[in-house]
T-cell receptor
Framework: GAVVSQHPSRVICKSGTSVKIECRSL??????MFWYRQFPKQSLMLMATSNEGSKATYEQGVEKDKFLINHASLTLSTLTVTSAHPEDSSFYICSATRRGRSSYNEQFFGPGTRLTVL | AQSVTQLDSQVPVFEEAPVELRCNYS??????LFWYVQYPNQGLQLLLK??????LVKGINGFEAEFNKSQTSFHLRKPSVHISDTAEYFC????????????FGSGTRLSIRP
């Protein structure tokens, strides 16, 4: 159990367009979902934390108007990159914590979405 | 604030040789510690985690790590590596509360030579 999926796995778009990435917990209810971005040969950097039904909490330096996060249900969070530019090209990874467990909430990671902005 | 330092960006090792990937952390509170593996163009897979209890933690694929509080280290080891272990390895730390953020180290690329 505890599978997280992302869709699409890869997307190429033109500069100026918006791209939506979905993150789903397939077999559990996720109280919290996290969005990370990873540049080539670098580590994962946390962008934001989202809780179902409330606004996302963004990390310092992450533009909330550019990276719109919606966590509409306990199994789905979406990240929309608005007016994407080539510098937004990156590997975006989501993770989810399982609801109703002990004090330790393990994060389960999705397979990632490769965004390329031309 | 928490931080994680992975001292080696790349570690080349011959097949069937032992390997140690180093990780040091800093935190003012109790922490949970993790090692993740990332294969090319894939997400993260949890290798092992330390929450409490025994300081020697065994994970998947024959890996193990030892939590050393006095040295604030959590080094990853494997006695004999295989070609399939070639990947990026990330050490990570989380403060001991629910749904806490995970802070990742910069990663260590393990390359196995035949």
């Amino acid at each position: 159990g505890a599978v997280v999926s992302q869709h699409p796995s890869r997307v190429i778009c033109k500069s100026g367009t918006s791209v939506k990435i979905e993150c789903r917990s397939l077999d559990f209810q996720a109280t919290t979902m996290f969005w990370y971005r990873q540049f080539p040969k670098q580590s994962l950097m946390l962008m934001a934390t989202s809780n179902e039904g409330s606004k996302a909490t963004y990390e310092q330096g992450v533009e909330k108007d550019k990276f719109l996060i919606n966590h509409a249900s306990l199994t789905l969070s979406t990240l929309t990159v608005t007016s994407a530019h080539p510098e937004d090209s990156s590997f975006y990874i989501c993770s989810a914590t399982r609801r109703g467990r002990s004090s330790y909430n393990e994060q389960f990671f999705g397979p990632g979405t490769r965004l390329t902005v031309l | 604030a928490q931080s994680v330092t992975q001292l080696d960006s790349q570690v080349p090792v011959f097949e069937e040789a032992p390997v140690e990937l180093r990780c040091n952390y800093s935190s003012s509170v109790s922490v949970y510690l993790f090692w993740y593996v990332q294969y090319p163009n894939q997400g993260l897979q949890l290798l092992l985690k330390y929450l409490s209890g025994s300081t020697l933690v065994k994970g998947i694929n024959g890996f193990e790590a030892e939590f050393n509080k006095s040295q604030t280290s959590f080094h990853l080891r494997k006695p004999s590596v295989h070609i399939s272990d070639t990947a990026e390895y990330f050490c990570a730390v989380s403060e001991g509360s629910s749904a806490s953020k995970i802070i990742f180290g910069s990663g260590t690329r393990l390359s196995i030579r035949p």
